[in-house]
């Protein structure tokens, strides 16, 4: 393990619920924990207070070694859990596979497993890269159990209010916070031309796109037209920084929840950056544009 952990401690977390299960101090690269399980499998987090060292795994009741020697932390060789060699098995499947095939041989492991912590798992993780109307029937084949677990509990709000609306469609309405901390709707900043944009200051794409974003709101700002960036970011100081950083001078709103908020469930946001450009009466008049596409189009618009 890494000697730069000595002296820490490192926290056993139950990924589902949160609590913690148990703690260890790491002494001379090592660590040990003799923790009684509430269930198994369980899929755990391994961390210390700040994610300096952070892993995610699944543990058996079984003895198991965890061997970070001359590999990062999150790349760790873990030995005596078989469900943790089943996930390995199939992210090394699935990694080498085209996206149809790949696909195949995700449903087919969660029909196979959606009695099991393993299926509901699998699908958490893949859900918002799928959308809706893949996950939906899949979601459907997992048992009670599997259902009322946080995960799909999860997985089931964000199949509840997904609507991935497009050009023709009313916008959605969602209520965000600005960097303040004070609750707007988008509704409060329509009656104009709207350009609607996803973003994160962890996206090196968007913050290109700001520059040129940038340009066009001097343009057209006083031509009845609007940007409400909604950042899919997480951390609040950050996102400030982001916003001062870019100069970005309109609407600025997020609910920092990053993918799993509920603003990127409704959207189906899986890809950054993300747009759509709204006419007047609240209709999506185009999505994506980028670019030169864009400054034709709004020029076009205004």
Not at 3 to 8: D, P, R
Not at 96 to 112: A, K, W
Not at 193 to 222: I, M, Q
């Amino acid at each position: 393990m890494q000697a730069e952990g000595n002296g820490k401690v490192l926290y056993l977390i139950d990924a589902q619920s949160g609590r913690a299960l148990d703690s260890t101090i790491i002494e001379d690269g090592r660590f040990e924990f003799n923790t009684k399980l509430p269930e198994t499998p369980i899929f755990v987090k391994l961390k210390t207070k700040y994610n300096f060292l952070y892993t995610e795994l699944w543990l058996d009741n079984n003895a198991m070694v965890f061997d970070a020697k001359n590999k990062s932390f999150s790349q760790a060789a873990i030995h005596g859990s078989k469900a943790q060699a089943q996930s390995e098995k199939l992210t090394a499947q699935v990694d080498t596979l085209p996206r149809s095939e790949r696909n195949e041989v995700l449903q087919n492991f969660i029909f196979e497993n959606n009695d099991n912590l393993l299926g509901v798992v699998t699908l958490y993780h893949w859900f918002i890269n799928w959308g809706k109307e893949r996950t939906e029937p899949v979601y459907n084949t997992l048992s009670d159990a599997n259902r009322n677990t946080v995960y799909g509990k999860e997985i089931d709000h964000f199949l509840t209010l997904n609507t991935n609306p497009d050009v023709g469609d009313q916008y959605v309405d969602v209520s965000l916070r600005n960097p303040e901390g004070e609750t707007k709707k988008i509704s409060e900043f329509m009656g104009k031309t709207v350009l609607l944009e996803f973003w994160s200051t962890t996206c090196a794409p968007c913050r290109k796109d700001n520059v040129h974003l940038v340009g066009e709101y001097e343009k057209y700002s006083n031509k009845k037209f609007e940007i409400i960036s909604v950042a899919i970011d997480t951390d609040l100081e950050e996102w400030k920084a982001g916003i001062e950083e870019d100069h970005l001078k309109w609407i600025n709103l997020s609910d920092l929840n990053g993918y799993r908020g509920d603003v990127a469930f409704i959207y189906g946001i899986k890809l950054l950056p993300s747009n759509y450009l709204i006419n007047e009466e609240g209709k999506i008049i185009a999505r994506n544009l980028r670019g030169d596409e864009l400054t034709e189009t709004l020029r076009k618009v205004l």
